[in-house]
């Protein structure tokens, strides 16, 4: 493989699968507003 | 004390967790699609520098679409219809649209899935021998001449009739019982039968060459608009998004869901599930490439149907420890594709659930059974490869493309509801929408997807598509795509029951969070 085709290949599986590992994590770190959130927002 | 939700969750079907719904977008937005369409798509418009715009157009209209479609299921609580009709009366004919076009999606994607099926057991013996395009075309299906014959090739009924009785029972089983629980089981088996796929083409003989023609950049081709539709309509085809699909499946996830970061994990799965695809489909190719001495280009010629029928054989036959290649292979494209299904016709059972008020097994078999009778009539006779490919090019360049179009029109100018669906979806979601999503899905998605649409007509104007006879194309393939409008229209007219109420069910702030 070429060194282009060869970095090409990992920016593309780091900001694809990266970007799913990253969103994984997001997911489950998000914690839902509190009611005192909601209610100051109101 | 029982909730607006429970009710509704007992009336309707949802999906008990966030992780099943994930699971099931997931499964209807890896497709097909993704394994044969992706890598020749790619390969074609710039290999590796194809990635930028592939990623531009993932965030400026893939992933926004996607968020408006969960928007619109999620906060309206309906199927495609409901939903449309609970944002403003007058729109709920798009909702119609898009089940007529899934009806007619599902009846041709259960044949594609049949014929995966049936290589699934050909690769074991290599049964197309030494000439497979000459087998899938010839012995196979047996397609002559291009006209609409009524005789049957039993080769391709019996597994059509599997794949639409497993899908009957599926769906009878409801949204967790029967979609969710689906999802649930095959969406991981899916993973693992293509990481072994993937690991065992990269261990044959030219798998790198595969890989440097799949990724090498040609950086010329970003300057070629043709480059940008393409990735356009790679991902907006990819994702599923904008034919209901992905408002019906929003409505059975609980109100407190992070809709947003669910739809990141979704749309990134979707597209690292692609790039896996790209890479095992390259490898075999290289492989193959090397063996025959001839360019990746020749091995890789015809995407899609070419790609699975006439190349895979090919290096299953040729590859060492083939017939687990060939068994790895179908058998990912049978999963990726009944999933897919499910999804699709899910789209048409939730709308008559609601319009009718229906039960899940009534509204099953009120609609299965006609889409399984007229599948098997058109899709195993030996005309059904050309029915389908007229039928498909057209369902999804004047179909999805142009319904997608109008309704994000309509939602962000018409009805003006984009801040009303960003407010809904800050509630809960990890990722907050602002001004920047509305200005995407209000402009640019909407210019590109038109660019994308309009390019593809005009070609269509040039060449007649696909070399068939005209009156296949007006009848099969035009005559598909006013159809579905004529439908959406006259179905809206239908009043909706008593009991369905077309107000925005309003829940209490404790269920809300």
């Known amino acids: ?42 | 004390m029982t909730t607006q939700e429970d009710v509704e969750a007992t009336k309707r079907g949802a999906f008990s967790s966030r992780k099943v719904f994930i699971l099931a977008a997931i499964g209807s937005a890896v497709g097909l699609g993704n394994i044969w369409r992706f890598p020749y798509v790619a390969y074609e418009n710039g290999g590796g520098a194809f990635l930028i715009p592939y990623l531009v157009a993932l965030l400026t209209a893939g992933l926004p679409f996607l968020l408006m479609d969960y928007g619109l299921g999620h906060k309206y609580r309906g199927s495609a219809p409901l939903s449309f009709a609970r944002l403003r009366r007058g729109t709920e004919f798009l909702g119609w649209w898009q089940v007529g076009i899934c009806f007619l999606i599902a009846v041709y994607y259960a044949a594609v899935i049949a014929w995966a099926l049936r290589y699934t057991f050909f690769s074991v013996d290599k049964a197309w021998g030494d000439d497979p395009p000459g087998f899938f075309i010839g012995e196979f299906l047996q397609a002559g001449d291009v006209e609409i014959t009524s005789d049957v090739v039993a080769g391709v009924l019996v597994p059509l009739l599997i794949v639409w009785v497993a899908v009957l029972l599926i769906m009878g089983f409801g949204v967790q019982k029967g979609i969710g629980t689906t999802a649930l089981f095959l969406i991981p088996v899916l993973v693992i039968v293509f990481v072994v796929l993937v690991i065992q083409a990269l261990t044959l003989d030219g798998s790198a060459a595969g890989l440097d023609a799949f990724f090498s950049p040609n950086w010329d081709a970003l300057t070629e608009p043709g480059v940008w539709a393409a990735a356009y309509g790679q991902i907006f085809f990819s994702l599923s998004i904008g034919f209901g699909i992905m408002i019906t499946y929003a409505s059975y996830v609980g109100r407190k869901t992070d809709m947003t970061g669910s739809g990141m994990v979704v749309g990134f799965a979707n597209s690292g599930f692609e790039l896996l695809a790209g890479i095992g489909v390259f490898a075999a190719l290289g492989f193959i490439a090397q063996a025959n001495g001839v360019a990746i280009g020749e091995a890789a010629s015809g995407g899609g149907v070419g790609l699975a029928f006439f190349a895979f054989p090919t290096i299953i036959s040729e590859a060492p420890a083939g017939a687990l290649l060939g068994v790895l292979f179908f058998g990912s494209l049978v999963i990726a594709g009944l999933t897919s299904l499910v999804s699709v016709i899910e789209v048409v059972i939730s709308a008559v659930r609601d319009k009718f008020e229906l039960s899940r097994i009534g509204a099953t078999m009120w609609v299965g059974i006609p889409a399984a009778v007229i599948s098997l009539v058109f899709f195993s006779t030996t005309s059904g490869l050309y029915v389908l490919d007229v039928l498909d090019h057209f369902i999804n360049q004047y179909g999805i493309l142009v319904v997608a179009v109008v309704s994000m029109l309509v939602v962000a100018w018409g009805v003006r509801a984009l801040r009303t669906l960003a407010e809904h979806h800050n509630v809960n979601g990890s990722l907050k929408l602002g001004r920047t999503w509305i200005a995407i899905v209000s402009v640019i998605t909407p210019v590109a997807l038109t660019y994308v649409l309009v390019r593809g007509f005009l070609d269509e104007i040039d060449t007649a598509y696909g070399d068939y006879p005209q009156w296949l194309l007006n009848s099969v393939g035009w005559g598909a795509a006013v159809a579905v409008i004529v439908f959406g229209v006259l179905a809206s007219l239908v009043r909706w029951r008593p009991e369905t109420s077309l107000e925005e069910p309003i829940l209490t702030t404790e269920e809300t969070r």
């Open chain 1, 1 to 42: 493989m070429s060194a282009d085709a060869v970095i090409m290949m990992i920016v593309a599986m780091l900001i694809l699968w990266g970007g799913l590992v990253v969103a994984i994590i997001r997911l489950n770190r998000h914690e839902p507003p509190t009611l005192d959130e909601i209610h100051r927002d109101l």
